[in-house]
């Protein structure tokens, strides 16, 4: 669900992920027309990199 956020609405993804300055941000960049692929690509790389992040925090864990 995360991920068909990031492509569509990629500025709600940070938000989703904690990430909120970084939501704003993107939303400036989604603005404008030729910034939205930017922004969804950056939407998805970060949440790719939040699961990676939330994985290795749960293998420490064990």
Request: with cysteine.
């Amino acid at each position: 669900m995360r991920l068909l956020i990031a492509i569509l609405l990629p500025w709600l993804g940070f938000f989703t992920i904690g990430r909120p300055l970084a939501g704003i941000i993107c939303l400036i960049l989604q603005v404008t027309v030729i910034g939205w692929i930017p922004a969804a690509i950056w939407s998805v790389y970060a949440l790719s990199q939040y699961n990676t992040d939330k994985k290795i925090a749960a293998m420490r864990n064990e």
